[in-house]
């Protein structure tokens, strides 16, 4: 049995974005319509057409993105719903998963009865969540059950039935795009092959050597001998912990004092299930009915009394002016949104070694000072040595202000400089003559280097290399910078970042 949920990427597109359901809606993939709203095939969006077509074709369609994981979230609380019905479920993707049949036909009296039983009451629970459009289709193999769910239509026609043994006759009149084997179906199309039927009379052996392993499998499927049988899933574990208080708490300490022992729990829940969590999500329940939540990430694992210390971060970022809470608390949340196996971050024979020191030294400090107090550097995009530096929390992600791999017109080359200077320092560039180096407004040196005081010595030049200019904001005047950058090193060895900046010599950062 295959319950089908059709134009689930919508479904769950439209939820996300809140959208009425009488909206004609497209769910975009790299630029093509992958799939799209009732509303909007009636005026005649398809799939696989590109999206200034589906725009022109209807001025009032609402595109949003494909969002894989999207999808999923939304579908859990579907399967949910449909295990309370039935035991043994499938996912096969989200808006498709399957059931074994047999259970709950004989519960309720026959293949129909059933369908029609499960249909309508997943439809009456999943109505306030927007998804009323259930289809059900019963065969002898998953492929033709879908088949068969997809051939039904709302209302009293959702459920439909394929007598056993009978795959093969129902399957016969499809076109060969049902396989979803673009390539393959594109070549039978080429051969004359156009229905599932006509593909199935050819000699097995044939389609074997013809076709290999792949085109046997889907031989094997438009004959309606996919036996597989249904992998059921085993429902995930709650391993989530909840801390309700009957007064609401308005100090941030008593929350973080009261949360301790569901800490231990949440931790050693995970520990059964032999897991650690790695991304910890914190909800934070208000008597106002609001809601904080706030994803946080380890580097390592996060044992319980990391979990308290990030509890207490989140209700003191809270804050307002005064010691007290905005808001008193009336629950706190704790969810494991990201897990790993213990057994991927377990310590080695003889111990975890100098890392793990180190970051039970830095957790200690981050726990006592607190969450910005220990920042580690991240290296990302940027013109600028200091543009590129981001300082992120210990544990957060490691993400940088500017993305390294958009281009960066006037960037330096590698290697970057070690030291770079929280504020530029006064800095001097002299010609052979005495006079001051300034650079044109073409980017080309008065005069060539012939000294330089990058601090407060006058040293000979023995190299340089640049410029690098930089023109950034262009287009507001007030923040309008043009520079270059230049590298130099002196005779006695040292390299120096140099940048002349309206006739002025700055150092920016030092080769050390």
């Known amino acids: 049995m295959i319950a089908w949920f059709p134009d689930w990427p919508v479904t769950a597109a439209r939820q996300a974005a809140g959208c009425p359901a009488d909206t004609p809606v497209a769910v975009l993939d790299r630029g093509r319509v992958m799939a799209c709203s009732v509303s909007a095939r009636a005026s005649g969006v398809q799939r696989g057409i590109r999206t200034r077509d589906a725009q022109s074709r209807c001025p009032d369609l609402v595109v949003l993105p494909y969002d894989p994981a999207q999808d999923a979230r939304a579908y859990e609380p579907v399967v949910s719903a449909l295990e309370a ?19 709950p036909s004989r519960y309720y009296g026959g293949d129909a009865e059933a369908g029609e039983s499960v249909a309508g009451r997943l439809a009456a629970q999943l109505a306030g969540a927007g998804v009323t459009d259930c289809r059900i289709g019963v065969a002898d193999g998953p492929f033709a059950a879908e088949q068969a769910a997809r051939a039904t239509t709302p209302g009293e026609h959702r459920v439909h039935v394929v007598s056993p043994g009978g795959s093969g006759r129902f399957l016969a009149p499809l076109p060969v795009s049902v396989l979803e084997r673009p390539d393959l179906a594109d070549l039978l199309r080429r051969l004359g092959l156009r229905t599932l039927g006509a593909f199935a009379e050819l000699p097995a052996a044939d389609v074997l050597a013809r076709f290999g392993l792949d085109g046997a499998l889907a031989h094997r499927l438009a004959r309606g001998q996919d036996e597989r049988a249904v992998a059921a899933r085993r429902p995930p574990p709650e391993l989530d912990q909840r801390v309700a208080f009957d007064a609401p708490v308005d100090r941030a300490d008593q929350v973080a004092f009261s949360v301790r022992g569901a800490a231990d729990e949440f931790v050693a829940g995970l520990a059964g299930q032999g897991l650690v969590c790695t991304t910890l999500r914190v909800e934070v329940r208000t008597d106002s009915g609001a809601v904080h939540t706030r994803r946080w990430l380890h580097p390592r694992w996060f044992d319980a009394v990391d979990v308290v210390d990030r509890v207490r971060w989140q209700l003191e970022g809270s804050r307002g002016s005064g010691e007290e809470l905005t808001a008193p608390v009336v629950q706190v949340r704790l969810v494991p949104d990201e897990v790993d196996t213990h057994g991927a971050h377990g310590d080695g024979l003889w111990g975890g070694g100098p890392d793990e020191q180190i970051h039970r030294a830095l957790s200690r400090v981050q726990s006592m ?57 006064p800095a001097v560039v002299l010609s052979a003559d005495g006079r001051s180096v300034g650079v044109d407004g073409r980017g080309v040196l008065t005069a060539e280097p012939a000294q330089f005081a990058p601090d407060t010595d006058l040293r000979p030049v023995a190299a340089w290399a640049g410029p690098w200019p930089v023109e950034e904001r262009w287009w507001d005047e007030a923040a309008t910078r ?11 060895g040292s390299a120096w970042l140099l940048v002349v900046e309206g006739g002025r010599w700055w150092t920016e950062a030092c080769y050390d």
Not at 89 to 101: F, I, K, L, S
Not at 406 to 416: I, V, Y
Request: a positive charge; proline letters at 16%.
């Open 482 to 492: 043009r520079l270059a950058r230049f590298q130099v090193v002196g005779v006695d």
């Open 369 to 425: 000072l607190g969450h910005h107090a220990v920042v580690t550097p991240v290296v990302g995009g940027g013109r600028g040595p200091a543009d590129r530096q981001t300082l992120v929390p210990w544990g957060d992600r490691p993400r940088p202000r500017w993305p390294a791999g958009q281009p960066w017109p006037g960037s330096l080359p590698a290697p970057l400089p070690a030291t770079v200077y929280p504020e530029l320092r």
């Open 85 to 103: 019905l039935v035991p043994g479920v499938e996912v096969v993707r989200p808006g498709t998963c399957a059931v074994r049949a047999r259970g």
